[in-house]
């Protein structure tokens, strides 16, 4: 009898201390033990080896947007399987699970909000939605987004995060690209200012259109932003490809991209990049240190002459 009751308790142990590992992250690039406030409190960059983990729209906007000043406009249009689109499962069962998932109708979400007091519209990729896929409901929420910028005038920050067009809208996914880009161009025709930050990924048919025809193209550190992968591009050059091809430092060294940004520094640099494009005064970020604000001078000029020619798209 007390050999039983010794084993019983025994067994009891595991299950008392099962949300211990919950306080604790494993960063898939320094392999350290993060403990997730120390994450949170980094904007999810790892505190050891600066990794940028990545983010759900959701959690995008609270990382940039000032606390409550998110107003959501998407969420009204709801994708359709218009080509009855079977794979290994149907595509009405695919979208069923990443909705449940991620809470949101399709991988967009947009709204207005302010950036240190700067009042502007953003629309926010979710790679946690079916890869950041871009179909029909993407477009539609870009579009809508650009469009009522341009009707408000306020200027579109994008934060793209997607593996490319949705095959299962084969395509209706690509006409996006199109339509986006339309869309963007009325924001340029009344001067207002459109700045996309690409996260990891950004690749495919949204780093062929939208992503990156903006005024400003920010990054961040790390990311892989391309159309092809490296294995395809790799095979049918046969050619070795240089190390950190298609990484963010590596398109800013190439003229791709206009600047690296480290997502603790984003909403500063944003803001700066955002005041003296729409000419507001005062255009002093808060937390800029010395070296973005060289960037950002850097960038200035850059920035007046998109807006002597009317912008680049
Ligand atoms: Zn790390």
Redesign the pocket.
């Given at each position: 009898m007390a050999l039983d009751k010794f084993f019983r308790r025994r067994r009891a142990q595991p299950t008392e201390g099962s949300d211990i590992p919950d306080l604790w992250s494993k960063?898939p690039?320094?392999k350290?033990n993060i403990y997730n406030k120390d994450l949170e409190a980094e904007l999810y960059v790892?505190p050891?080896?600066a990794?940028h983990h990545r983010l759900s729209a959701r959690r995008r906007v609270e990382v940039l947007l000032d606390q409550g000043t998110f107003m959501q406009q998407s969420g009204h249009v709801r994708p359709v399987d218009v080509l009855n689109f079977v794979d290994t499962e149907t595509y009405p069962a695919r979208l069923l699970r990443a909705q449940r998932k991620t809470g949101q109708p399709d991988a967009i979400l947009t709204g207005t909000g302010e950036l240190l007091g700067l009042k502007l519209t953003v629309a926010v990729m979710d790679f946690e939605f079916s890869g950041g896929s871009m179909g029909s409901v993407v477009g539609e929420e870009i579009s809508r987004a650009a469009e009522g910028a341009a009707q408000a005038g306020l200027p579109l920050l994008l934060v793209a995060a997607s593996g490319g067009a949705r095959m299962q809208e084969s395509a209706l996914s690509l006409m996006q690209m199109a339509k986006t880009t339309v869309a963007l161009e009325r924001l340029s025709k009344a001067g207002l200012p459109y700045i996309s930050l690409l996260t990891d990924p950004t690749t495919g048919g949204v780093t062929a259109s939208f992503a990156t025809i903006a005024d400003v193209i920010v990054a961040e550190p790390g990311a892989l932003i391309g159309f092809a992968g490296p294995r395809v591009i790799q095979q049918t050059i046969r050619q070795s490809l240089p190390e950190g091809f298609q990484r963010s430092e590596f398109l800013l060294e190439h003229g791709m991209v206009d600047l690296v940004t480290d997502r603790r520094e984003q909403r500063a640099v944003l803001h700066s990049v955002l005041s003296i494009l729409t000419r507001q005064p005062g255009a002093k970020p808060e937390q800029a240190d010395p070296v973005q604000a060289d960037l950002v001078q850097a960038d200035t000029s850059h920035a007046s002459e998109l807006q002597a020619s009317g912008g680049e798209q």
């Open positions: 960063c690039a320094c350290e790892c050891k080896c990794f």
